[in-house]
């Protein structure tokens, strides 16, 4: 049974940092992509970042150059390091895996990240 758990979310000031982290259980890791999605209530849930079971990697362009995907392979952990962070509603960050660049197979229960003073 697949099992994705995220961790790391929190409240955070405008210009900080949050390293969301996503522990994988029950598939084999290395040949998974892995995608970081976000949902603001009332709005649609947004691609934030990929990364390739080879280690390519995709961003939104409204996180690009602040945000860092990666992942260790080793440890069955996937992280997306956020950085200067910018004052947004409350958002929900889950945690995807997939055979395949952007394919989806299973989610995460989901982290919350807010961005507030």
């Known amino acids: 049974q697949v099992q994705l758990v995220e961790s790391g979310g929190g409240l955070v000031q405008p210009g900080g940092s949050l390293r969301l982290s996503c522990a994988a259980s029950?598939?084999?890791?290395?040949?998974?992509?892995m995608n970081w999605y976000r949902q603001a209530p009332g709005k649609q849930r947004e691609l934030v970042a990929r990364v390739s079971s080879g280690g390519s990697t995709y961003y939104a362009d409204s996180v690009k150059g602040r945000f860092t995907i990666s992942r260790d392979n080793a440890k069955n952990t996937g992280y997306l390091q956020m950085s200067s962070l910018k004052p947004e509603a409350p958002a929900v960050y889950y945690c995807?895996?997939?055979?395949?660049?952007?394919?989806?197979?299973?989610w995460g229960q989901g982290t919350p990240g807010t961005v507030s003073s």
């Open positions: 029950g598939i084999i890791f290395n040949v998974y992509g």
């Open positions: 995807t895996a997939g055979r395949g660049w952007g394919r989806v197979d299973s």
